[in-house]
């Protein structure tokens, strides 16, 4: 038995849940004595009853008798619905007798002088499937053909093609009857609607159509070009031969007026032929449409394009030409479209093009400074310093240009910028010899007007690093010396404190002259007090960041000190100078020590920056060679090791990278001649837009799915029992922003099951886009329904409901099965990512929800269950594996993941093994996860919670 969802339809419409079902005698009586509205609003109810599977038959001489002959235009609309979804055939399966009179009124309606009827009618012979009702009309529709209105010959060209492709006897000369008004036709659309005819009906007369007129395919309309990009491909794409034929049909559609247009040409042209010259053009069309678009989301689109050419080891070369063009696109305000353009150049950068690359990014970084007002000039200005410190490491040259460009940032008030910089002079002094000297005499410059507390930690930490000459130590003791003011800090800040008092409330006599009520003037004298401003503000840096509390940066300072004092005896054999050099030294701590205690800082000073501080006086008043060493050596061999690894692990990324962009051919392997292929056999004959199609509505199957019939028996829901009257299950298919529920449903009963609804309703941030339609289902009966859920955001989503049904001839209420609930699972949106170790800070910092998951695990080793845990959260790892490698008993690991809407999730893992309870004591400890918002940090540790309960096998 056919069900009502299997009926051909092509019109959906919304069922009001609210509406009571009228009676046939009430609708029949209605449609024969009710006027123009009363009969508009029964047979709304008719269509309504019918799509709810009721078939009415006796109300179908009424509605020809009394609803046909009406002229009016909504009524003419409705009838176009009811014809569609009515059925048309008896018991026997023949054509009722009633459609001839039905047939007949429809041949007037495409003769009728008003256009808006004719054209819909000729859309509603569309989607007509009986070739009995067609066939007297086929006249007046080829007579459509030649009125006057763009609107009817555009639908009867769509007419003639759907009856063509369904029952091309009725009309065997369609497609020279098409072309011959093709060569006629000045009407975009008309056209357009025309061509596509032609390409599926007979692509041979759509080729010669092209043929003539391929010198005035700028003049046509952008719908139609875009036909012709699709059919010079399908061409090409079936009979290589054709390229050369059509090549420059595109190449032509590459200056069309229309962005789309531009889009899908530069799209084909990039399949079709992989020529440095065709390559170039594509690239540069994309740059033009991504430089002029206003819309972010097309510039994301297409730089992705380009991105994807990139990844094309054939096209790199031809890319790295255009890298200056490809930078015009940093004038867009969006950070997200910066950031990738900027990635794109990077990897695009070659020793010819660098210095110009170079070049832009320094103006770039100018104008960021001239601009204060956009909220993300600062991360902007992050990124660029990022740029150049990679071009600088990738072409140590360009080093000694961008360096003092950069130093400039180092006094803004942006700290991200600022540390950004800190790190590229950190790395670049270490690798690049020669720059020493210049780096450090624009850092000692750029010194005293440094305004951020943790900069100047990190400066203070450089220059006491690689200040190894006298000179350059006594230069950055002067820097110290004028940063801190006088000394003793806390003796200097009581006598200023005690002489602001004595001079703050100086009286000065004022005189004032006021107007009496006579007229006269009087003097009035009086003494007033002005109280002087405070100079808080006027302290030097260093002395402020101690007097707000900040004591790390004095521990950061004493330990910058010992190592100046150390250098400095080796550098100067003079006892004298050495102790004098040393005893200022100690000064300093002391003072700082003592500030710190005193009271007069905003906060005091904590235990561990007193113990750092009393430490490095130590180290000074015992001056033993193995400290010595730690201080002066020790500390820039580990920076040393460290920026040697990350160098190390650059190198191995770069390197997998390379592996995967080379086309290895082993010497046995077949070569392939295209014209000798098989259209199955060679890989480049799948259809683009086929594939395109297939991802939109998402049965596209994944590549890396081995087995698909398994992987989608494991998304099978079971939703009720085997023993309930309706047995339903759901295949849950997740697309990007969308899941599709497949629910079959069976009749286990020996009734007629009239009304069967899935009613469905969605907890989370889950929203169903259309309610499904209502079916019959005979005895023993299954259909399937589909439903569309939309998702919004990363959250555990549970969809639940229930199906109700009346049995057939039963005076019973409605019968009602409670589904199970389906719970959507979240990794489908969570994929792997990486990000800095400043960055997860900041991140951390940032986010407010945070979830502790306690371990409660029977895995006993400390790497399986991390695998484990990173497996099933597709998170990863930012710790290097050297840090997780070895056997110490404990583990701590950041772990970082995105979802596809661009929402962060943060965790930190902290296990221990406790090995006195033997070998196989299970893994212990906590894992906090944080995320901006409240749903994805639960959601998260509820599937930490569920992969525990889970161990691998």
């Not at 009979?239 to 069309?256: G, V």
């Not at 800190?422 to 020669?434: M, S």
Request: proline share 4%.
């Amino acid at each position: 038995m056919t069900t009502a969802a299997e009926q051909p339809c092509y019109t959906l419409i919304n069922i009001p849940s609210d509406a009571e079902p009228p009676t046939e005698l009430q609708l029949k009586t209605d449609l024969e004595k009710g006027d123009v509205r009363t009969k508009t609003e029964a047979l709304k109810k008719v269509i309504h009853m019918i799509l709810n599977g009721e078939k009415m038959p006796s109300l179908l001489m009424t509605i020809i008798r009394f609803v046909m002959p009406l002229q009016d235009h909504t009524i003419k609309k409705l009838l176009l619905i009811f014809w569609e979804i009515v059925p048309k055939t008896g018991p026997d399966g023949k054509m009722l007798h009633e459609f001839i009179l039905v047939c007949d009124a429809y041949r007037k309606d495409l003769q009728h002088p008003n256009e808006f009827i004719r054209g819909s009618t000729l859309r509603f012979l569309c989607k007509l499937k009986e070739s009995e009702l067609l066939e007297p009309l086929m006249p007046s529709i080829r007579t459509c053909l030649e009125h006057r209105h763009s609107y009817v010959r555009r639908n009867a060209v769509l007419a003639i093609f759907t009856i063509y492709k369904n029952f091309d006897s009725l009309i065997p000369d369609g497609p020279e009857l098409i072309h011959n008004f093709l060569e006629q036709e000045q009407d975009a659309s008309c056209k357009r609607n025309a061509f596509m005819m032609l390409i599926h009906a007979d692509q041979e007369r759509a080729l010669d159509y092209l043929s003539t007129c391929i010198d005035q395919l700028h003049t046509f309309g952008d719908i139609l070009q875009l036909v012709i990009v699709e059919l010079v491909y399908k061409v090409c794409h079936a009979n290589p031969n054709e390229r050369a034929r059509f090549i420059r049909c595109i190449y032509n559609l590459l200056n069309s007026s229309s962005p789309a247009v531009r889009y899908e040409a530069a799209g084909t042209l990039v399949t079709l032929s992989s020529a440095p010259t065709a390559i170039k053009a594509a690239a540069s069309c994309y740059i033009e449409l991504i430089v002029k678009e206003s819309d972010n989301n097309v510039k994301l689109i297409v730089l992705d394009r380009l991105i994807a050419l990139k990844d094309n080891p054939q096209h790199e070369r031809v890319l790295q030409d255009l890298v200056m063009d490809i930078l015009r696109v940093l004038s867009t305000p969006d950070l997200e479209v910066r950031k990738k353009t900027l990635n794109l150049a990077l990897d695009l950068v070659s020793s010819r093009n660098v210095e110009e690359l170079v070049l832009v990014l320094k103006k770039e970084v100018i104008k960021t400074n001239d601009i204060t007002e956009h909220e993300d000039t600062d991360k902007y200005r992050q990124l660029l310093v990022r740029t150049l410190h990679s071009c600088s490491i990738k072409f140590p040259d360009m080093a000694g240009a961008v360096i003092p460009v950069l130093m400039e940032f180092l006094s803004d008030q942006n700290e991200l910028a600022a540390a950004d910089v800190l790190v590229f002079v950190r790395e670049a002094i270490q690798r690049f010899e020669q720059l020493k000297h210049v780096i450090l005499e624009k850092l000692l410059e750029v010194f005293p007007s440094i305004k951020s507390v943790k900069i100047h930690r990190a400066a203070l930490w450089i220059l006491g690093e690689y200040c190894t000459t006298a000179e350059d130590i006594q230069a950055l003791m002067h820097e110290i010396r004028h940063s801190l003011g006088d000394i003793p800090i806390v003796e200097s800040e009581m006598k200023k404190a005690a002489g602001e008092i004595k001079d703050e409330d100086e009286f000065t006599p004022t005189q004032q002259k006021l107007l009496t009520a006579e007229g006269t003037y009087a003097t009035q004298s009086a003494l007033t007090s002005t109280v002087k401003k405070s100079s808080e503000e006027k302290r030097p840096p260093l002395r402020g960041f101690l007097m707000d509390g900040d004591f790390f940066v004095g521990a950061s300072l004493a330990t910058t000190l010992t190592k100046l004092a150390i250098r400095y005896g080796e550098l100067v054999h003079n006892d004298k100078k050495h102790n004098s050099f040393n005893a200022e030294c100690m000064l300093i701590m002391a003072t700082i020590i003592h500030l710190g205690k005193s009271g007069l800082a905003t906060k005091p000073i904590t235990d561990d920056d007193l113990d750092r501080i009393a430490l490095c006086l130590k180290v000074l008043s015992d001056r033993t060679p193995t400290v010595n060493d730690i201080f002066s050596r020790e500390c820039r061999h580990s920076l040393s090791t460290m920026l040697a690894a990350i160098h190390q692990e650059e190198k191995e990324n770069q390197k997998t990278v390379i592996e995967k962009k080379t086309v290895s051919v082993q010497p046995d392997d077949p070569i392939s001649f295209m014209q000798l292929v098989n259209k199955t056999e060679h890989g480049t004959t799948e259809d683009l837009f086929e594939l395109s199609l297939l991802q939109a509505v998402g049965t596209q199957q994944k590549k890396d799915a081995a087995d698909p019939q398994a992987s989608k028996l494991q998304k099978v829901n079971q939703l009720t029992g085997f023993s309930d009257p309706v047995y339903a299950e759901a295949y849950v298919h997740v697309n990007q922003y969308d899941i599709v529920l497949d629910v079959l449903i069976v009749n286990q009963t020996s009734d007629t099951l009239q009304s069967v609804t899935l009613e469905l309703a969605t907890l989370g941030d889950l929203k169903l886009v259309e309610k499904p339609s209502p079916i019959i289902l005979a005895p023993h009966d299954f259909a399937n329904i589909k439903a569309n859920v939309k998702v919004a955001s990363t959250e555990n989503g549970i969809i639940f409901g229930n199906i109700v049904y009346d049995v057939s001839g039963a005076a019973s209420d409605r019968n009602c099965v409670v589904l199970n609930d389906i719970h959507i699972d979240i990794m489908d949106y969570i994929v792997p990512a990486q990000c800095s170790d400043n960055e997860f800070r900041q991140m951390w910092a940032e986010f407010e929800w945070e979830n502790k998951v306690t371990v409660n695990t029977s895995i006993t080793d400390l790497g399986t269950y991390m695998g484990h845990l990173l497996k099933s959260t597709n998170m990863k790892s930012l710790t290097p594996e050297k840090a997780l490698s070895g056997e110490c008993g404990f583990m701590a690991a950041n772990l970082y993941a995105r979802s596809i809407f661009g929402e962060d999730v943060l965790a930190n893992l902290s296990i221990e093994k406790m090995i006195h309870l033997g070998e196989d004591a299970p893994v212990q400890g906590h894992i906090r996860i944080r995320a901006k918002s409240q749903g994805m940090a639960l959601s998260m540790g509820d599937k930490v919670n569920m992969c525990q309960k889970n161990p691998p096998k």
